[in-house]
């Protein structure tokens, strides 16, 4: 068994990891970092990923903070038309391998260690195994486990249903639908969530009748409006977006009144607004991209038991099938529901969300947080963690925690001039953008509600008493 030390392990390669270690290279230039992951290079769950995936949010504020991705371009055609960029899986994939191969390599202090298994370990000593020579290596950590892997995605290349499939049905994973040989006689979407949606937007682009689509989605989401999520010179939109989030927090008499507070200023929308929602994973969708999937009509609110070669057997009842049609499995749960644990706990610290739907951003904040010269205690009152279940009855402890940590990294200042310098934050650099009438008013309106907001989230949704299950 050989034997190397280091002062931080990391446990993933995807793009928290990849944010973490970037940051914490950037702010503390003396010290070592080994990346361990089982997949061959870093990228985590987009090197599995479905080839028409593309970011939910702009590429300007996602990967590390020290690289763009992309150009920082608005685009002019398709259903992002108006909108900042959105990097494709296979940008993303290059992207992180440049940073690793280009940056982070080169600084001497970083070593990736891919096709490699965590096994375990305690007291600063682990265990890793390779996939492939089987070769096992002991790790010595001077400092701390970084566990990179306890928000990981499930994604349905690699998820096994939940469901009986029997012979001569038709089942495949959204990465299967770029290898059609022809035409099949329909498509059954399986799935509510941001797959499920991508793939019907995708048949849809390919030119398929929305008559030929049936989608069997379990439950109505909320999504975020993509137009009120846009940064940089589009900034205003963002700013507005979290005056709106801010004034329902002061307001709201629970988590549907939330939504729908956010609903009426544009800010949360959904697919079928007579459908009431249950989900909120911080998903976006644009207003072309919502009246797409508005035109399929064969939608089917239940959940599969069982999948025949010519039914389908669900909770609301039988759908019929024929050998013919192609079913998309889009039913993985994608991220997993992750119950808040202190981000710095001794030896060990686990990247969590502090921003709503910025995980990289909350991975470089967590390492710059580190990186200070703090107590752990100090740290957590810092970055308290978002909770995330995937119920929209869970947004107003989300709320309570973003606008806590909020306000405690403000009150540091060399934590809130790294925060405002970072691309990762969607409303960095306000400065010479006070020109702009939404974001001057949007401060105005924070302004008058942040108070509120605060008391009120206390008193409805107390971060102590998350109801984990």
């Known amino acids: 068994m050989r034997m190397i030390e280091t002062d931080y392990l990391i446990v993933g390669g995807g793009a928290s990891a990849m ?4 940051a914490l290279v950037e702010a503390a230039p003396d010290l070592e970092c080994v990346v361990v992951d089982r997949r061959h290079a870093p990228g985590g769950h987009w090197l599995d990923a479905y080839p028409f995936v593309r970011l939910h949010q702009p590429s300007a504020n996602y990967g590390v903070s020290s690289r763009m991705l992309g150009d920082d371009r608005i685009d002019a055609h398709g259903a992002n038309a108006g909108f900042y960029e959105r990097a494709t899986g296979v940008e993303i994939c290059d992207y992180f391998r ?4 280009e940056r982070l390599i080169p600084s001497g202090r970083v070593r990736f260690l891919g096709m490699t298994e965590y096994v375990g370990g305690e007291g600063g000593l682990h265990r890793l195994v390779s996939v492939t020579s089987g070769e096992e290596t002991e790790v010595r950590v001077r400092r701390r486990l970084v566990d990179a892997t306890y928000v990981e995605s499930s994604i349905p290349s690699r998820h096994r249903p939940s469901f009986g499939v029997d012979e001569g049905a038709v089942v495949v994973p959204p990465n299967e639908l770029v290898h059609l040989a022809s035409a099949p006689s329909g498509f059954t979407v399986l799935g509510g969530g941001k797959t499920a949606m991508d793939t019907c937007g995708w048949l849809l ?5 929305p008559e030929r689509i049936c989608w069997v989605r379990p439950s109505e989401l909320w999504l975020f409006n993509r137009a009120k999520t846009q940064p940089l010179d589009l900034v205003g939109s963002y700013m507005q977006l979290q005056a709106s989030w801010v004034a329902a927090s ?3 008499t629970g988590p549907i009144d939330f939504a729908r507070r956010l609903e009426a200023e ?15 994973r911080g998903a976006t969708i644009s207003l072309s991209e919502l009246d797409a999937l508005r035109s399929i009509g064969d939608v089917r609110p239940a959940r599969v038991h069982h999948v025949g070669a010519s039914v389908i057997s669900t909770d609301a009842g039988d759908i019929p099938n024929d050998p013919g049609r192609v079913v998309v499995d889009c039913t993985a749960a994608g991220l997993r529901p992750s119950p808040p644990r202190p981000a710095f706990e001794g030896d060990r610290i686990t990247v969590q969300y502090l921003t709503l739907g910025y995980l990289c951003w909350s991975a470089a904040l967590l390492a710059i947080v580190e990186a200070a010269p703090l107590t752990d205690p100090e740290r957590n009152a ?22 806590q940590g909020i306000a405690a990294r403000g009150a540091v200042p060399e934590i809130a001039g790294w925060n405002d310098a970072s691309r990762l934050n969607p409303a960095a650099g306000l400065g010479p953008r006070m020109q702009d009438h939404d974001v001057v008013d949007a401060l105005g309106r924070i302004g008058k509600d942040v108070g509120g907001a605060f008391r009120n989230l206390q008193q409805r949704a107390p971060l102590d008493r998350f109801p984990v299950t």
Do not use: H, K, M, W
């Open 19 to 22: 944010a973490y270690v970037d």
């Open 98 to 101: 440049r940073v690793l191969d």
């Open 205 to 209: 682009d390919q030119g398929v009748d």
């Open 250 to 252: 002061a307001t709201a």
């Open 266 to 280: 544009d800010v949360f929308l959904r697919i079928d607004p007579g459908q009431e929602g249950s989900v909120f």
């Open 382 to 403: 810092l970055c308290p963690p978002v909770p995330f279940s995937g119920r929209i009855g869970d947004v107003l402890y989300q709320a309570n925690a973003v606008l």
